[in-house]
């Protein structure tokens, strides 16, 4: 795990920086106190990033469970009764792990999971452009179109031009200035520059500048638009800020209606995310989604027995993990770790950062998600794929994440069932071995993304120094799922010596550079690609 400390510890620092501001404004959202949200972005990092079996996501509480939230407080009386639904969702998450739910994640087809991606850059730039310009009326990490003060997502933007801050614009401006030079020219210049990552620098410069202003009236920054930590008095008051449950509401139905309401929503949103962030991984990990499963349950019993939120794998933290060179599970950890000494240690010198400036940090990790050249390329895929993917993004941006991805879900499904028909076997291995690891994988007439997760267990279960003979001869419906696996396999087949050899109608090949340019880059044959 320490191997890549290099990559990670730099990593660790960007997602603390972008953790922070959302722990909060989660916490804010949901009405429950300011330290929860830290409290569950600490158990996210240490104990959920410890015990998961995926290198790059990172765990904390999500903004899709703030309005369940906010509902379950009011409703059960009280939060220290809320905190009993939380444990008790902890514990029904790892009966989701013990009875291998898990792989409803490979289920996902990947139009929507790209949809989501994309749909959650869409917001993230669209809700920090206020922040960005110092009009801080929502609280960070909200991803609703409604938002709380009544405004919705373009109203809030309309409505900067009356309400800017002249020192958060400004600072704002020289942090994202000073981010993008760091990414595009200086990090490529020296070393120094990827080990001290840009969005640090920025931070620093941002408390830098909020101190020498103070006193001008023009450009002075007001506690309103920094970042907003609890400050303790002294140790006492810090551990007063921690909540326990009242296990005597144990009892009350909707306590237990909330506890699976919390359990299979924060299950949903991590499998996705799980599934997402793998995708845009480089490393193309697998995760084992029941792991995972198990893991979060975890770290939500944990959480909800002294007084944080729910917990799930967040793709805003994970994304900016990944983006900023996180190898390891150890980037997650760390990120948790500081997140743990900071409120501790440096609670007043964490609220010098102006809002503006994370904005600015986030504003970078939201364009890399929404990268206008994805729409080019799902839409060259043919509209099986582009439809379900359209779908996802204006859904998530129109109403919230949840949402956006059971439209684009149910038009996906819409499309493959109009599209294509299930076989029996679509699957068929045939072990030549002789003494020696020869297989052959005959794929059925008809794969589509629900053969995902068996295709993909097949795959992974290879051993090393195998020959696989792969036969497309008979496949005349190949979906863009299967291709994206199969190309993602190249990766591990190099690690572990596998030798491929593809039949299909378009010709034999031995060790295809790859499978997405083997199947679009050809004269058009009897196979159709989705």
């Known amino acids: ?25 989660i916490a804010l959202a949901s009405g429950a106190p300011l330290f929860s949200g830290v409290i569950s972005g600490i158990i996210g990092g240490i104990v959920v990033g410890g015990l998961s079996g ?119 401006v020289i942090a994202l200035v000073i981010i993008l030079l760091w990414d ?46 609890p400050v303790p008095e002294d140790a006492t008051s810090f551990f007063n800020q921690f909540k326990f449950p009242n296990f005597s509401a144990i009892s009350n139905p909707d306590v237990w209606v909330t506890a699976f309401t919390i359990a299979l929503v924060a299950s949903l949103e991590t499998l996705l995310c799980v599934e997402a962030s793998d995708k845009i991984d480089p490393g193309k990990n697998v995760t084992p989604t029941n792991r995972e499963l198990l893991a979060q349950g975890t770290g939500n019993i944990i959480s909800g027995l002294i007084g944080g939120l729910p917990i799930t794998q967040v793709i805003v933290r994970s994304s900016a993990n990944i983006q900023s060179g996180g190898k390891t599970k150890l980037s997650a950890i760390l990120h948790g ?63 919230d994440l949840l949402v956006g991805i059971a439209l684009g879900l149910a038009v996906g499904i819409v499309v493959i069932l109009l599209k294509s028909y299930q076989n029996s076997h679509f699957l068929h291995i045939e072990d030549k071995s002789n003494g020696k690891h020869k297989i052959k994988m005959t794929l059925a007439e008809e794969v589509t993304f629900f053969n995902k997760g068996a295709i993909l267990k097949e795959l992974e279960s290879l051993p090393r120094d195998t020959f696989l003979e792969l036969n497309l001869i008979n496949t005349r419906y190949l979906d863009n799922d299967i291709i994206e696996i199969l190309e993602d396999f190249l990766f591990k087949a190099k690690e ?35």
């Open 1 to 25: 795990m320490f191997k890549h400390i290099k990559n990670d510890l730099p990593a660790s620092i960007v997602v603390f920086f972008v953790a922070l501001p959302l722990c909060l404004g």
């Open 54 to 172: 995926s290198k790059i996501g990172v765990s904390g509480p999500a903004a899709g469970l703030a309005a369940i939230v906010l509902t379950a407080i009011s409703a059960l009386g009280g939060y220290e009764n809320f905190l009993v639904a939380v444990v008790l969702g902890g514990i029904i998450q790892l009966v989701f792990g013990i009875l291998k739910a898990g792989i409803i994640g490979y289920y996902f087809p990947s139009s929507v999971i790209k949809g989501m991606l994309t749909g959650i850059g869409i917001i993230i730039i669209l809700k920090q452009i206020p922040h960005f310009f110092g009009y801080d009326s929502e609280p960070e990490g909200a991803d609703s179109f409604i938002e709380t003060s009544g405004e919705n997502t373009f109203s809030a933007i309309f409505n900067i031009i009356d309400n800017i801050t002249m020192g958060s614009m400004l600072i704002g």
């Open 184 to 229: 595009t020219i200086l990090a490529k210049k020296a070393k120094f520059f990827t080990v001290i990552q840009g969005p640090l620098v920025a931070v620093v410069l941002g408390i830098i500048f909020y101190l020498i202003t103070k006193s001008n009236e023009a450009l002075a920054i007001s506690q309103s638009h920094l970042v907003s930590v």
């Open 337 to 399: 770790f500081f997140l743990l000494i900071s409120v501790i240690l440096i609670p007043t010198f964490l609220n010098k950062i102006p809002l503006s400036v994370l904005a600015a940090i986030l504003l970078i990790v939201g364009f890399k998600l929404a990268k206008p050249a994805l729409f080019k390329q799902m839409y060259k895929l043919g509209w099986k794929q582009f439809v379900p993917f359209i779908v996802t993004v204006v859904g998530i941006v129109f109403t």
């Open 496 to 530: 572990r010596n596998i030798d491929i050899k593809l039949i299909s109608k378009r010709g034999v090949v031995e060790n295809p550079s790859s499978f997405i340019h083997f199947f679009n880059d050809r004269p058009k044959s009897n196979i159709s690609l989705s």
